[in-house]
């Protein structure tokens, strides 16, 4: 069984400014697990998007069996036997198990002209599929009282019923727990001895390490490395992953002294500090820090610089001298305003004479902090949605460098970004802290966090579980060791 | 662009008859439009916020008739006061109701245009309002009058349009009502007291259409209870045709204004032209589809 059951040549796509893959050679054989690894960025979303008909590669063919074949449509890729099963699991909760399973091919008896669900089969073939997935719950049951793990494997059979032969499993372990993972995998197992392909995306080396027959790193839009079983370690992977950025300068821990900002205990931004905020998903960590700038749904009271104050909106947290970097760039930013209007935006105040804007010292201080941001194209008056997602992230950070904020919040602030934009973030946030500022970072990104921290919080059920200092690397096993299983 | 229809259009008109051009027709179209230009500034206040008002017809009417009526008892100071507050009151409420409420625009602007329609009828009893010996003789002389050789009514839109646009564009406030328009919740995450600046852009609207409805007391010469139907139509209609996005975010006062010569010389066009009346406002109506369906395209491949 080693011919391809998928295959990508030479396939390149670029999203306005942003090169996503450049050149890219992939391949999937039947009764095997590929692995694509790759830091955030990197471009394994839009590999998978373009093998499960998302998009449309700009050069390159894809090949299903060896034949060339062009997705319109997602619908294309799942009519030929390619299923994509995201993280968000696209099931519908409030229907039942049975019903989301033969969703988009609901069986029926027909009458003439009229048709009627055929609900006895459609939970005979919902059983009939689970079994071979070792799960047996009642079909008439909704999904939304499963957990999780459960939904996936709902989500597994479903394309399992369409007779899916490839497998596309998107961060599939990032919401499960030890058990669940080891049940995932007997079933990848099972699947990978009928002859089912899988591409496996995952930030997990030691996982991807212990399950994959091959694994493919990708690094700026282009395959870095190609390994079989047996002759890779995480290592490799990350050496791989990073390249020539292997060795980025780590902060010298300078003593941290007066605290900037304090809410609950141990949630303290202290002069000259990064500190992180990690989180598995669901942690409630991206709330807290919505709460610590006010913006939380409730007030939320802290002490800044010794003052206690009490921050019910954004405003309040603002005029103390704080600012947030939010999860979603599009609530940092006013799209369709250019970078200029939103580099001003919070800055307003600051350029009234007499009740109007000070025009000049407004573009002086546009242009003054485009520059130490590195702003691509160097452009006030562009649009917002024309600039690539790195930069739009730098406008973000410009807006609040401008305002010389004191504590800087950010909520996955290098998510989606390519590599060479991170480094420089990276840089801009020591340089806030290296000024006497202080930092608080929230990134599921252990490896950022490592790199970038003095002190990190693991978060679980928005409380702050543990504190670990200094952490030379971090990864899954010390946050779960550091929260306590 | 908008600038553009309108010069092709005002030469097409003129093409197909020769009243056009003739100087009483045109001072015709200035007068007209002045009030609607008013009625279209406020408009673009809300709009460029994010909003949508559809009760500026009946608040217009609302504040002719109080104007009239406090002007009778109290002179012609204390009559326009109390109509341009009239108008402010309505457009506080509906900025109260909408920005912390949280109602649709659509739903408590729709309310508020029946509301206060009714409250006009029940004030007035259904009469123009006028006393005995008409209103006072120079707000009369206001509304027929020239300065400088241009109508009073004229100078009003004017002078409001280089005030407002000044604020609009100047002021850190008017930054603030694009930015909550252009994306709410960014706004709002950027330090924007968002509800504030969405009630506050109601308050302008309503205060501007209370001019107008002082305008056109004047104009009348009677505050008339039915007064401003459909003006919330046009003056959509207008500040779409001048490029506003219906989103939020996008829009200035002057092409809102290029909006409303736009209709109002349409509407001219084919009163020339002996267009039926309702065949007027099938064009009316037709013009505000095509108007937003062509502002969604341009949006669209812009993205």
């Known amino acids: 069984m080693t011919r391809p059951a998928v295959s990508a040549e030479g396939v390149s796509k670029r999203f306005g400014a942003t090169v996503a893959l450049d050149g890219v050679d992939f391949d999937v054989t039947f009764g095997e697990i590929h692995a694509v690894v790759g830091e955030n960025g990197a471009g394994k979303s839009t590999l998978i998007r373009i093998l499960g008909g998302v998009h449309r590669p700009d050069r390159g063919v894809v090949r299903l069996d060896g034949e060339e074949c062009h997705f319109a449509s997602p619908h294309d890729a799942i009519a030929a036997g390619i299923v994509t099963i995201p993280q968000d699991l696209r099931l519908v909760p409030a229907l039942s198990i049975a019903e989301n399973i033969a969703l988009g091919d609901l069986p029926v008896r027909r009458f003439g002209p009229f048709a009627i669900i055929d609900r006895a089969r459609m939970r005979a073939e919902a059983r009939e599929v689970l079994a071979q997935l070792d799960f047996d719950p009642d079909p008439r049951a909704s999904v939304a009282s499963l957990g999780f793990a459960e939904r996936q494997l709902v989500a597994i059979a479903k394309a399992l019923r369409r007779r899916c032969r490839v497998f596309i499993l998107d961060e599939p372990t990032a919401a499960l727990e030890k058990r669940e993972i080891a049940r995932l995998f007997s079933v990848l197992a099972r699947m990978k001895r009928q002859g089912t392909a899988v591409i496996y995306i995952s930030h997990r080396l030691d996982e991807v390490v212990a399950i994959a027959d091959r694994c493919t790193v990708l690094r700026d839009g282009r395959v870095a490395a190609l390994a079989h079983r047996g002759a890779f370690a995480v290592n490799d992977l990350v050496g791989a992953m990073i390249g020539r950025l292997a060795q980025e300068a780590v902060t010298a821990a300078l003593p941290a002294s007066e605290p900037l900002l304090e809410a609950q205990p141990d949630a303290a931004a202290t002069v000259r500090e990064v500190v992180g905020l990690a989180g598995l998903l669901g942690s409630g960590a991206d709330r807290m820090i919505r709460g610590l700038f006010g913006a939380g749904g409730e007030p939320t009271t802290v002490t800044a610089r010794g003052d206690r104050r009490r921050l019910a909106s954004p405003a309040d947290a603002i005029a103390v001298g704080i600012g947030m970097v939010p999860g979603e760039r599009a609530l940092g930013l006013i799209m369709n305003q250019s970078v200029r209007d939103n580099i001003l935006l919070p800055n307003l105040d600051a350029l009234k004479r007499i009740g109007w804007l000070d025009r000049d010292a407004g573009d002086r201080l546009v242009a003054e902090v485009m520059e130490l941001v590195d702003i691509r194209p160097r452009r006030p008056e562009l649009k917002a949605s024309a600039l690539s997602g790195g930069n739009q992230q730098k406008v973000i950070l410009a807006k609040w460098l401008a305002r010389r904020v004191a504590v800087l919040l950010l909520d996955e602030p290098t998510q989606g970004i390519d590599v060479a934009a991170k480094v420089q973030i990276h840089a801009l946030i020591r340089d806030v802290v290296a000024r006497g500022g202080g930092a608080l970072i929230h990134s599921s990104d252990l490896g950022e966090l490592a790199r970038l921290c003095d002190r990190v919080l693991a978060v679980r059920q928005g409380r702050i579980a543990a504190t670990l200092d200094r952490p030379a690397s971090l990864d899954e096993s010390t946050l779960n060791n550091a929260i306590g299983g | ?303």
Request: hydrophobic share 55%; glycine share 12%; with cysteine.
């Open chain 2, 1 to 303: 662009m908008p600038l553009i229809s309108l010069i092709v259009l005002c030469a097409a008109t003129a093409l197909l008859t020769n009243r056009f051009l003739s100087p009483f027709n045109l001072t015709n179209i200035l007068v007209q439009s002045s009030i609607m230009a008013v009625i279209a500034m406020g408009m673009t206040f809300v709009i460029v916020g994010g909003g949508f008002d559809l009760s500026v017809g009946s608040t217009a009417a609302l504040s002719g008739c109080i104007a009239s009526m406090v002007m009778l008892e109290a002179g012609i100071a204390a009559g326009v006061a109390a109509g341009i507050s009239a108008g402010a009151a309505v457009g506080l409420a509906n900025g109260l109701v909408i920005a912390f409420l949280n109602v649709n625009p659509f739903i408590t602007t729709l309310g508020t245009m029946v509301l206060v329609r009714g409250v006009v009828f029940l004030i007035t009893g259904g009469a123009p309002v006028s006393g005995e010996s008409g209103l006072p003789g120079e707000f009369i002389a206001f509304g027929s009058e020239r300065f400088l050789g241009i109508h009073y009514l004229v100078w009003v839109p004017a002078v409001l349009l280089a005030v407002l646009s000044f604020v609009l564009h100047a002021t850190p406030y008017g930054r603030r009502v694009y930015a909550t328009g252009g994306g709410r919740e960014a706004a709002y995450l950027a330090g924007v007291p968002v509800r504030r600046v969405i009630a506050s852009t109601y308050v302008w609207c309503g205060a501007l259409a209370g001019v107008a409805g002082v305008m056109l007391a004047a104009r009348l010469q009677s505050g008339q209870p039915t007064a401003g139907e459909f003006y919330e139509l046009t003056a959509i209609a207008a500040v779409v045709l001048g490029g506003a996005s219906l989103q939020g975010g996008e829009g200035t006062l002057y092409k809102s204004v290029i909006g409303v010569f736009i209709m109002i010389v349409l509407g001219n066009a084919l009163n020339l032209l002996n267009v039926d009346s309702y065949w007027q406002r099938v064009a009316v109506g037709a013009v505000i589809i095509a108007a937003a369906a062509a502002e969604r395209l341009r949006s669209h491949r812009s993205q």
